[in-house]
Each structure stands twice: as C-alpha cells, then as structure tokens.
C-alpha cells in the first residue's frame, strides 16, 4: 500500500489538461476491458477528448476535481447538476467520471473524489445523485454499492445487424 501524505485533491484547472486526457483515456480503456461490448473509443474520439475535457472545464453547473500526489494526477472525478420541472426530484447531480489509475485504487482516494463532488453538489441544493457504470466493472459495482448505490434503471443493447437477424428469424418461424 502506498502511503498518502501529499494527497491533494483540488479543483481541476486548466494547466492539468494534458493529464486529464490521459486520465480520461485510461478510464475509457479500463471499460472497454471490463466488458467487450461497450462502446469502443475511436481515433477521432481520442481526438476530441481534449476539446470536451476543455469544455468540462467550464461548464458552470459542472465540476471536475482531480487528485494529485507526487507532482502528478493519479485520478480524476467530473459531475454535472441538472434542473428539471418535470419529473421529481427536480435537481439532480449527475456523477460521469470517477477514475483512479490501478496503482492507487483501494487508498480512500475514489471517495474523496466523491465527497469532493457531493460539496459541489450541495451546494446546487442537489436532490439525488445518479451515475453510470459498466457491466463487468467489478470495481465499480464493489464502490458504488458500499456508498449505497442501488440500479434503477437498465440500458441494454444489441448489434442493429443480430437484432435485425433475429427478427427476420421470428418471421420465419
């Protein structure tokens, strides 16, 4: 285990994009590896991340914390509050990102990121908080439910080209 004396979680500015996009990446990758059917990241996607984590940056009602030791960034968390008058609760705080690269998992610091964003959170008087993870993300479901998160809802998905077979085989039976 490594110690965590000069753990400092901060704000993300703009000087840490560099990073960020690293960190962002390794965070796609460490999907893709946990279930071979989510949605792969292309080129031109590797290439937008800088674009969209500048865009992160300064949404007002968006905030990304980063966590640093050593001189560099060793994870990263973004949420995002939303306002709506037609469903309840009507302010919710979307969690996107929670990544701490592999070497550093398992030290408290993914729940920092966490209590770092529920400030944020609060602060926008922020009802109920929601977040996505992957299916086969064993370390994302062990977090997630030990702070008490439950499923709600279920995104399923299928190749257009086997759904098609598939009911073509339906209509043939």
Known sequence: MRPMGNLLI????KSD??????LRLSFQHHMEASNPRVWRITEDGQNHLRKDTEQMLMKEDGKMI???????????????????TTY??????????????KE??????????????????????????TLNYIVGNKEAKGFWGALGFEP??????????????RLKQASNA
Do not use: W
């Open 88 to 101: 309840v609760p009507n302010t919710i705080g979307q969690i996107s990102i929670i990544y701490v690269r």
């Open 104 to 129: 550093f998992r398992r030290l408290g610091i993914g729940k920092r990121l966490v209590e770092e964003l529920c400030q944020f959170f609060d602060s926008k008087n922020v009802e109920e908080v």
């Open 152 to 165: 709600v809802r279920m995104t399923v998905g299928l190749r257009f080209e086997e759904l098609a077979n």
């Open 66 to 84: 980063v966590a640093a030791m050593d001189g560099g960034l060793v994870g990263l968390a973004y949420g995002e509050v939303s306002h709506r």
């Open 17 to 22: 994009l560099d990073e960020l996009v690293k």
């Open 10 to 13: 901060r704000k993300a500015e």
